[in-house]
């Protein structure tokens, strides 16, 4: 009983601001603040450009091609969720590999491997994206906060050369700030023909600790994923004001869809690769 007036009196105490004294925000109370206003910042400043890229990419999906999604390390977090995703659509293909991701901190599959391979140059055209349906006329979203990279470099050059719009979604700030490590001397936003600022900081952490010059609690992953959204409920939008039928991936605790249901979805999103295929290499 003791424990739990603690706990509930600890409960009130942060509901009035903070456990130390009222008036000073808690840690999560700033790190809320913080995303709230890139998330504004991304309303404001970045509205233009998520409109130009929804519109292109409603446009490639109207014509029967492809939105491609492209990220490495943590920026493939933003492709996972674009489909199938409750929400989205047909019409996304996102572009995994698990050599571009980590599966734990240390050891096989790790993150300091990742880290190796997605700073070679020649893996992502070489090893990776020349295996991928990437047609003229498509569009590929390449993820990346800090833009220079060989893998989110080398991405936006291959789909460049293969006839695609490449979208850029990245911390300008941070690209202002770095200089070229590509051999082609190329940062993301000087191949990109659509910019979309996620508005981050380059520390990317934003939640400073008193007398630690280090700041804690990561943001490009919220930014780049509620870009994301943004990018899909547009291009949906305007889709549907067309007179597409959109195949929409649909929670099965919707009434009046069932698991069935998303079966014929991922069998229609399996077509309409394999259609990719043979438009690119025939039959």
């Given at each position: 009983?003791g424990r739990?007036?603690s ?16 008036g ?7 790190y ?8 504004e ?38 492709v ?15 572009l995994?590999?698990?050599?571009l ?11 300091p ?37 060989a893998?989110p ?40 023909d ?22 804690i ?16 409920a ?41 259609a ?8």
């Amino acid at each position: 009983l003791g424990r739990t007036h603690s706990f509930l009196a600890a409960l009130d105490t942060c509901s009035q601001g903070t456990m130390k004294g009222v008036g000073k925000l808690l840690a999560f109370e700033t790190y809320l603040e913080k995303i709230e206003t890139i998330l504004e910042r991304i309303k404001t400043e970045q509205g233009k450009n998520i409109l130009k890229a929804a519109n292109l990419m409603a446009d490639c999906i109207s014509k029967g091609g492809l939105v491609h999604l492209f990220g490495s390390g943590h920026s493939v977090i933003p492709v996972l969720d674009a489909f199938p995703r409750y929400g989205s659509f047909i019409g996304f293909n996102p572009l995994t590999d698990p050599r571009l991701m980590w599966f734990s901190p240390t050891g096989p599959a790790s993150a300091p491997g990742l880290l190796l391979i997605e700073r070679k140059e020649g893996y992502i055209e070489d090893g990776f994206l020349r295996y991928q349906p990437i047609a003229r006329g498509d569009v590929l979203v390449v993820y990346s906060h800090g833009g220079v990279n060989a893998a989110p470099v080398e991405a936006a050059l291959y789909g460049k050369k293969a006839g695609a719009t490449v979208i850029a979604v990245l911390s300008m700030q941070n690209q202002s700030l770095a200089n070229p490590t590509h051999s082609s001397g190329k940062k993301l936003s000087d191949i990109a023909d659509v910019i979309i600022d996620n508005c981050v900081p380059p520390e990317d952490a934003v939640v400073e600790l008193e007398g630690r010059k280090e700041r804690i609690a990561a943001s490009s992953t919220v930014a780049a994923v509620a870009i994301t959204m943004c990018l899909i409920a547009q291009t949906g939008s305007i889709l549907h004001e067309r007179g597409k039928d959109l195949k929409i991936f649909v929670s099965p605790n919707v009434e009046g869809f069932d698991v069935d249901y998303n079966i014929k979805i991922f069998d229609q999103h399996q077509k309409t690769i394999s259609a990719h295929y043979r438009k690119i290499y025939g039959e």
